[in-house]
């Protein structure tokens, strides 16, 4: 019994001691924004040669390492956050029920760094985009697989986990009605496109500690895929880019919070 009990309160520990850590941080006109606390270490980024939807500008695979950890979005930002915190909602899908908690879209790298710019001015810590290899990095949540639930070849089980073309209707969904990945975010697969803070570029072949794209470039990255797109679009290895002034139905943001 004695053995029993004590192995019953290890896993309890270690179970406990797994689950990742939130922090729900205030923005606007009582609205909050949560966010998880991601582990510091070391991925493999990008895709390998033989992996199925594979883009080429998605490789060389290389060993990255997020030197600290750092706090990410949940969920990406709401049309409701955005609202209380800009005034407005360039939103295009405003006309159901839940539209308060449907991803913000139609608003451009510009749009989003002038958001950041109101939040950075609240005094409760510092907000940014995620890097490019910060985004990919929560989105593999520690696998290596094609998708974090595994690889899926034929996409069996992506409609569980992710908005994409042709599951979802044509419009957005609120944020977090799919499961979390192994490390509590939602939404990473599918929903709308998330910008990241790097120019967009071509990878190197060698190790990179902390990396942070291109000095300057044409077209911001985003990731993540989103409603509107192929199944192939929304792995975590995809990569695409726009133009820091586009605005686009399914691109929208994710947010990093640096406490002060």
């Known amino acids: 019994m004695r053995a029993s009990l004590l192995a019953a309160v290890m896993m309890l520990t270690l179970t406990v001691q797994a689950a990742p850590r939130e922090r729900a941080v205030p923005l606007a006109d009582g609205t909050t924004c949560v ?3 991601i582990p510091a270490g070391t991925f493999r980024m990008g895709s390998p040669a033989d992996e199925a939807g594979r883009a080429a500008d998605e490789g060389p695979v290389h060993e990255v390492t997020i030197s600290r950890p750092y706090w990410l979005g949940k969920f990406e930002v709401t049309q409701a956050q955005w609202t209380a915190v800009m005034g407005s909602n360039p939103a295009t ?5 839940t539209s ?7 608003v451009s790298w510009h749009d989003a760094q002038q958001f950041i710019e109101r ?11 995620p890097t490019e290899a ?7 949540a ?4 094609r998708f974090p639930w595994g690889e899926d070849p034929q996409y069996q089980e992506l409609a ?10 044509g419009r957005s969904h609120p944020v977090g009605l799919k499961p979390a990945n192994p490390w509590g975010l939602h939404d990473l697969q599918g929903g709308v496109w998330e910008w990241c803070a790097d120019w967009f570029g071509p990878y190197g072949p060698t190790a990179a500690v902390d990396p942070r794209g291109p000095q300057a470039g044409e077209a911001r990255v985003i990731r993540g895929g989103s409603w509107f797109n192929e ?5 975590p290895a995809n990569r695409l880019r726009h133009p820091p002034d586009s605005r686009q139905t399914n691109l929208g943001l994710r947010l990093v919070w640096e406490p002060r």
């Not at 899908?93 to 029920?97: L, N, V």
């Not at 569980?160 to 209707?169: I, K, Q, V």
């Not at 199944?231 to 792995?235: C, G, L, T």
């Open 35 to 37: 966010f998880v606390e």
């Open 93 to 97: 899908f405003q006309d159901f029920e």
């Open 100 to 106: 308060a908690s449907h991803p913000v879209e139609g």
């Open 119 to 129: 939040l950075n001015a609240r005094g409760v810590g510092r907000f940014r985009l």
């Open 134 to 140: 910060e985004w990919e990095y929560a989105a593999r």
């Open 142 to 145: 520690g696998t290596g697989t």
């Open 160 to 169: 569980r986990h992710a908005w994409f073309y042709s599951r979802a209707e």
């Open 231 to 235: 199944p192939e679009a929304v792995r």
